[in-house]
């Protein structure tokens, strides 16, 4: 083999090693943020913002480094619109159309393929932090559907109204407070939910 052809061969994997090196190096951050009971017209950059009493200059300067969205539909409740951004599918395909409830074999459905595990296929990693909302238990948790890490609450913060829900059963549901979680491991209570 010539000097020239081994020089050939050695730039070309050269160069094809760097390109995976390349291709990591050009993929955007993603920053999703889901905000329950919050209006169109809350954000400065929708319009709201000072108007509304509540100026919203970090959220706004986010708004106009990214992407937004003007042109959608959305569902009532946090639960459904959370499984449909996550999945794609109209959330009653997921088993989530409408908030679970705490205690109980609910939420969105293990076998769904979410946001996460696509961007994982694309070498991204990921982390979900504050309400998770779309299953208690362990195998419904946000490590469980693509998140490498998840440091947050489960349900919602109305605990005191759990008994009182058709079908709740403490032996199902996790103590209240945060979660934290790994992909591969276990989600456990790390702490209380307070607000105080």
Request: with cysteine; hydrophobic share 40%; proline share 6%.
């Amino acid at each position: 083999m010539s000097i020239i052809r081994i020089a050939i061969l050695a730039l070309s994997a050269l160069l094809v090693s760097f390109s995976g090196l390349t291709f990591a190096q050009t993929q955007p951050n993603i920053v999703f943020m889901l905000v329950d009971n919050f209006g169109y017209g809350d954000l400065g950059s929708y319009g709201g913002g000072v108007i509304r009493g509540v100026p919203t200059p970090r959220l706004d300067q986010l708004a106009a480094q990214g992407i937004r969205l003007t042109n959608f539909n959305v569902e009532p409740e946090c639960t459904p619109s959370r499984s449909a951004l996550l999945t794609g599918r109209m959330p009653v395909r997921s088993g989530t159309s409408a908030v679970e409830l705490m205690g109980g074999l609910q939420g969105m459905t293990p076998w769904e393929y979410t946001l996460a595990e696509l961007l994982a296929d694309k070498g991204y990693v990921s982390a979900a932090f504050g309400k998770w909302h779309l299953g208690d238990i362990q195998g419904r948790y946000p490590t469980d559907q693509g998140f490498d890490e998840w440091y947050g609450f489960p349900h919602s913060s109305n605990a005191p109204l759990r008994e009182l829900q058709p079908g709740y059963d403490v032996n199902l549901v996790g103590p209240d407070g945060l979660y934290a979680g790994k992909k591969g491991a276990e989600s456990k209570r790390v702490g209380d939910y307070d607000l105080a």
